[in-house]
T-cell receptor, first 112, second 114 residues
């Protein structure tokens, strides 16, 4: 059973500040997905990272997959109130097939 | 192009009643997944289905819970004799043949047991 940890659990920042959230495990992943969930809604896929060391940018969001494919980070530059939400990581492994196991999430609050 | 449709959005049941949650996957998606989310927590996997088959039900409680995805019609998550601890948001997601391209989630059904 893989242990998946997201940190921090909660982050409150002012608009315009930067933030980084982390997703760590002792297992090696074949790929990893990041989702954002807004209150009252289902999660929405942000990005999928596949290659160790891969960096993907989505406007002000930068996603990095660790070289060993055991961890990932999400960095937000100049956060806006619209970035408020629960950020979830969901790694894939060959053993799990199509089933995704989600981390506990990082709850981000960006205050205007 | 409609996404994943879940209904109802909100469901209130008295203890001992049955709850039926429906999920219509995205067009072209043949894989359906159900997750449960308690307030302030992450998503917990319940069951993974393809048309007419249960692929993985390792996250589903052994009693009172069942799921189906018939050849025609939506996937149904059924909870019999509900208890207060069943109160949660239940999310359905769908994917095409592989989850590598990610899941598309519905907006969830919020079940409240009174």
């Amino acid at each position: 059973t893989q242990l998946l940890e997201q940190s921090p659990q909660f982050l409150s920042i002012q608009e315009g500040e930067n933030l980084t959230v982390y997703c760590n495990s002792s297992s090696v992943f074949s790929s990893l997905q990041w989702y954002r969930q807004e209150p009252g809604e289902g999660p929405v896929l942000l990005v999928t990272v596949v290659t160790g060391g891969e960096v993907k940018k989505l406007k002000r969001l930068t996603f990095q997959f660790g070289d060993a494919r055991k961890d990932s980070s999400l960095h937000i530059t100049a956060a806006q109130p619209g970035d408020t939400g629960l950020y979830l990581c969901a790694p894939s492994t060959k053993a799990a097939g199509n089933k995704l196991t989600f981390g506990g999430g990082t709850r981000v609050l960006v205050k205007p | 192009n409609a996404g994943v449709m879940q209904n109802p959005r909100h469901l209130v049941r008295r203890r001992g009643q049955e709850a039926r949650l429906r999920c219509s996957p995205m067009k072209g998606h043949s894989h359906v997944y159900w997750y449960r989310q308690l307030p302030e927590e992450g998503l917990k996997f319940m069951v993974y289905l393809q048309k007419e088959n249960i692929i993985d039900e390792s996250g589903m409680p052994k009693e009172r819970f069942s799921a189906e995805f018939p050849k025609e019609g939506p996937s149904i998550l059924r909870i019999q004799q509900v208890v207060r601890g069943d109160s949660a948001a239940y999310f359905c997601a769908s994917s095409p043949g592989t989850a590598n391209y990610g899941y598309t989630f519905g907006s969830g059904t919020r079940l409240t047991v009174v």
